[in-house]
Structures are given as C-alpha cells and as structure tokens.
C-alpha cells in the first residue's frame, strides 16, 4: 500500500473494526485520512489519526447530502485523487434491536437503512469522482442470509448493502474500480454492544465455527488489507466473510451443546 492515500469512515474507539483495517493498511504504507461525527468521536478519532501520522480529518454526517459531498471536495483539496476507501457506519435506535421486527418503526427504518446502507451509495458516487483506476471501495457487513434474534432491522439494511455492493461493483467496474464487502464475524465492538443477548451469540460462534474460536479487528484488518491492495486486482462484488467459518456451518457441533 506505499503510496496509497484513503478515506476511513466508521473509527469510533480503538475497538473498533474500521481502527483494526486502519493499523493494518498504515503498517503496509497507506496515507490515511479520517471521518468522524459529532464532538465526542472527534475527540477520539483526532488523536488515533495522530497515532498513524495522520492530520486529515474531517467531520461528515453521512445523513447530509450535502456533507458527503463536501467531504471529497476537500479530500480533493488536500490529495487530488484517492485510492481507496473503507465505509464502516452503521445505525439503528438500540431499543429496536430487541423483541420482534415486525415492531420496527417506519422513522428507524428509514432512517437505519440511509445511514447504514444508502449512504455507502451516496459515498462511493462521491468518491469515484476522485478515484484512481484501480481503486478500491470496501464497505462492512454482517450475517443477512439468516435471521438473527436482536439484530432485527440491521439485518435487513445489511442485506440491501450487500446488494448495493454488486450494483455499485457493476456501476464502477467501467471505471476500473473494484467495489467488496467484509461480512465479519461477531467481534465486541462499541456497535455490537448494542445487540441483545450479545455474549451468547460470542460464546456460540466460539463453540462451533469451524476454527472454534471468533475473529477479531485484526483479521478483518488483514483481509482488508488484501481487498483494498493490489493483490485483490481481480476481485470486485465479493461479500468476503471473515468469521472463522461460521457462515459454512449446516448445523451445531452436537459436543459442544448441552443435552437434557
């Protein structure tokens, strides 16, 4: 990645997956430039920039139209073009990720699936202006195939972002840009407190993925390593899953399960 500059959108604290993919593309040679939202991430994200030599960082509501675009013009400014990007933003009202989804507000759903999908839409638009060929958008996902308790709405904008990366793939691949999606196992995150009955789904993924163990910020970071670098110059529309197998599993390891 020496002599690559992107975009991480998504840092929250050092816990965090998109923090994971920052170290490892910064050890590999990247020049990054960071997004946050609101005083209270600003304040954290501005010194773990610092922490990987970078002094970019900008504020960006990617519920605004008009701050996504803003946004590149002054990467612009500062870069002129960009060679990659990693949208790692996601929302839903906590007390929606609970009980039944056939309770989920019209207001959250709305506004979950702008945030946490269309906006990965509306960023790549933006982006692809001042992309090189060959550059690399990588947004993050997480189980949409099955339904999982508490995830609720997540799940279903997870699913329209998955879509959206084969569209986008499509859209920009004429450009000679290369459009992916991590699909991660569950890793204990600032976002994933949010979901009920969080512990259970670590210990369960634990006892009967495939490796019997979960992944964490560095494995994500590893294989975004690999799908942002040139090493992935043939990949695009790929929901790559880093989850220690979990995804392949057809049913649970009878040793590892209580019998009556």
Not at 19 to 33: D, H
Not at 184 to 197: E, H, M, N, R, W
Request: charged content about 25%; proline content about 2%.
């Amino acid at each position: 990645m020496k002599g690559k500059k992107g975009l991480i959108m998504g840092v929250a604290n050092e816990r965090s997956i998109a923090w994971g993919i920052s170290q490892k593309l910064f050890e590999a040679g990247a020049e990054l430039a960071f997004t946050y939202l609101g005083d209270a991430l600003k304040k954290r994200v501005i010194p773990l920039a610092e922490k990987l030599n970078s002094k970019l960082t900008f504020s960006c509501d990617v519920e605004k139209k008009d701050e996504i675009i803003k946004l590149f013009e002054d990467i612009k400014l500062h870069w002129d073009q960009i060679d990659f990007v990693v949208h790692a933003i996601a929302f839903s009202d906590k007390s929606e990720l609970s009980g039944e989804y056939l309770n989920t507000t019209r207001e959250n759903f709305l506004r979950s699936m702008l945030i946490s999908c269309f906006s990965f839409t509306e960023v790549a638009k933006e982006a692809s202006k001042i992309m090189k060929s060959n550059g690399s958008l990588l947004t993050l996902s997480y189980e949409s195939a099955r339904a999982i308790p508490n995830y609720n709405v997540m799940g279903v904008c997870k699913s329209a972002l998955e879509a959206s990366v084969k569209y986008l793939a499509r859209d920009l691949g004429t450009r000679g840009l290369r459009v992916n999606a991590i699909s991660a196992g569950p890793i204990k995150t600032l976002a994933a407190s949010a979901i009920g009955d969080a512990k259970f789904l670590y210990k369960w993924n634990e006892d009967h993925s495939f490796l019997k163990r979960n992944v964490d910020i560095n494995d994500i970071g590893n294989s975004a390593l690999y799908l942002l670098s040139n090493l992935a110059g043939g990949v695009t529309g790929e929901i790559h899953y880093v989850d220690a197998g979990y995804n392949k599993v057809g049913m649970p390891d009878p040793k590892n399960i209580k019998q009556n």
